[in-house]
Structures are given as structure tokens and as C-alpha cells.
């Protein structure tokens, strides 16, 4: 039953904040935070979303405007909503707010509000193909590479370098920029791979337990 996976996922993934022994552990909490995300994907026909988004032109100027005033939040009200920030990562427990409940109502509110922003996004990024459209169908090995080039970074004190150097203004620009570059060169097709074969494995360990 569709409902009740997707009510189940929401619940466990607002109740693991009460438990701070998951942490980082496994990813348990990352996995069971986003679950809700993975599962509301997996159930969805993406060929009627995308019709039903485009249908209308109110819906893309709402979330053009969506887009707009969450960008302008985040530059120039960023202190003023930087406390949701351990909400979002999806590995911290509620004991990082003072009262577990705030945290628990944070996390309502985040995934309201990441509900409103992937649903703004996709009212306005165009249907058709562009050069860098493939890409999009090679996140898994940015998502598991970036953090080992991440780690190799932070271990040689870039980061460091890069605030003392060019200063709080534009270090941090900089930076975004490099993650920005990281992201187009683990999309290249020679590191996919991997991931693929890996995939093709898992599948095929599936279908013989399947006939099994």
C-alpha cells in the first residue's frame, strides 16, 4: 500500500531525530531521513509530473517566484534561518536544538520546505535536452567520489589557504566554485564505470534470488 509506506517513511524519518545513537553510524539516519524523498520518486510516473508541472503557466511563474524569494532568503537572511542547518544534512539528532521538540518541528518544516523548492525547480527548468542534461543521470558517483577528493582537500589545509589568502569575501566564492568544478569532472563518463559494473552485479545477485 502506497499510503502506508509513504505515511510509515515520513514517521520514521521525523522519529530517528529523537535517537542520537544513530548519528553517522551506517548513514542509518541519512538513510532514513531521505527515504520518504527516494520512495515519493520511486512510486511517481515522472512523464506525468512533468506534464502535470507544465501544463499551466501560473505554475511556472509560481516557482520561478518559489526560486526567487528562497534565493534572496539565503543571501540576505542567511542569519536569521542558519539555525535549520542541522536539519538538513540528515545526520544530526534533535539534541542539537535546545528542546527536542524545536528540532522535530525544524525537520517538519525543512521537508515542507524541500517539497515547495524540488517542485519550484522542476516548474521552471525547461524540458528539452541540453549538453550538460547527461550528466543528471550520473549523480551515484559524484555522490560517493566527491567526498574522498573533499577529504584529500581538507587534509591539505585548501580551505585554510584559501580564507587567509583571499580573504571572508571571496574565499568562499572560490569555493563554491571549485565544488561547482568537482561536480562537472566526476560527471565524466570514465568514472561511471565502476558504478555501472557494480549495478549489473547487484542486479543480477537480485534476479537469481528472485527465481530461486
Known sequence: NRRFVMVGS?????????FPEAGDFLAVSRVIVYFPFFIAGYYM?????????KKRRAVWVAGAVCLIVFLLICVFGIDKIYFIRPM???????????????????RILVFVLAVIISFAVLAVVPRGKAWFSSLGTRTLQVYFLHRIVLGVMMDLGI?????????EQVWGIIWLLLGVALTFVLSARCFQYPFVWLEQKIGQIVSAKGKL
Open 45 to 53: 510516473n515522472p512523464e506525468y509530473l512533468a506534464k502535470s508541472i
Open 88 to 106: 538538513l544534512t540528515g545526520r544530526n539528532s534533535y539534541m542539537a536544538f535546545d528542546m527536542k521538540w524545536e528540532g522535530l518541528i525544524v
Open 10 to 18: 515520513i514517521a520514521a524519518a521525523l522519529a530517528i531525530g529523537f
Open 159 to 167: 580551505r585554510e589557504y584559501l580564507m587567509q589568502t583571499c580573504g
